[in-house]
């Protein structure tokens, strides 16, 4: 695939040339937390253009995690500030900043197995549906209004991933690969303007990576979003990411496109060690 180039925007920020003429949809500045005496993140800033496909990526223990946690104020900052468009997410809630428009996966699949597929990503749209508690009680016009077009939209999103043939099945049920696409579709059902992936590609065969990669690219022409992403798999983060984040002990050391990050002397040396003097 050929990459858009990166442009400077007037912050002198590198993003996506498309994504030029509009505001970022990410914009994080000199982000910080300590637990205790002990500083996981420090000086963390990112911008992310409004569909641009990006990439978090580092060692183990590098904070990739830490700060999807900080993002969507799972942890609350010790110092710095994340604008969501052009809103501060400070003093937000988790299910609040969801609903601005940050959706997120996880490491570890967190599906209801023994709910069915359809129901899983149901569940992802609580946001659009307003039937309350009495209506789901008396069963009423709008509860019955609601439900039917929570079936269909939930129907729509499987389809974007060939899964609607699997609506009825237990989620637990799945292949390991479907139900990491399961759990992007629920993530989806969000509505995000931002979507999190933290290591989608973890457990998968080749092929099924292969096939990540094309999703995820379709995910973000279908809906017209942003994607970061953390992964282990450099063939997919080089494959598909146009700007590439690199953290190390709670920093980041190096920013740029796959071909910079790739040689990059600071990113080679963090994943690989410093060679001793002979």
Do not use: W
Request: hydrophobic share 40%.
């Amino acid at each position: 695939m050929t990459k858009p180039k990166l442009v400077a925007i007037p912050s002198n920020i590198l993003i996506p040339e498309r994504d030029a003429d509009k505001s970022p949809i990410l914009d994080v500045r000199h982000l910080g937390i300590d637990f205790g005496g002990l500083t996981a993140v420090n000086e963390f800033s990112l911008t992310i253009g409004k569909t641009e496909i990006a990439g978090l990526i580092g060692p183990n223990g590098a904070g990739k995690t830490t700060v999807f946690n900080l993002l969507t104020n799972v942890y609350n900052p010790t110092r710095g500030s994340i604008l969501l468009g052009d809103v501060d997410t400070a003093g937000k809630s988790t299910a609040q900043v969801n609903r601005m428009g940050i959706g997120r996966t996880f490491q570890n699949i967190r599906l209801f197995p023994h709910m069915s597929v359809l129901d899983n990503v149901k569940i992802g749209l609580h946001n659009r549906i307003q039937t309350n508690f009495l209506d789901a009680v008396t069963h009423c016009f709008h509860f019955h209004s609601d439900e039917k077009k929570a079936n269909e939209q939930a129907y729509s999103l499987l389809s974007v991933f060939d899964m609607q043939d699997k609506a009825t099945v237990p989620a637990g049920s799945l292949p390991y690969g479907a139900q990491r696409r399961l759990e992007i579709v629920r993530a989806l059902a969000t509505k995000p303007g931002i979507l999190l992936l933290d290591e989608p590609a973890a457990g998968m065969n080749p092929a099924e990576t292969a096939e990540l990669m094309q999703n995820i690219q379709k995910i973000r022409d279908t809906f017209q979003i942003a994607i970061l992403l953390i992964e282990h798999d450099m063939r997919l983060v080089m494959g598909i990411c146009e700007g590439i984040c690199v953290m190390n002990y709670g920093k980041v050391i190096a920013k740029g496109t796959p071909d910079e990050i790739k040689n990059n002397p600071l990113v080679i040396e963090a994943y690989l060690g410093k060679k001793e003097a002979v």
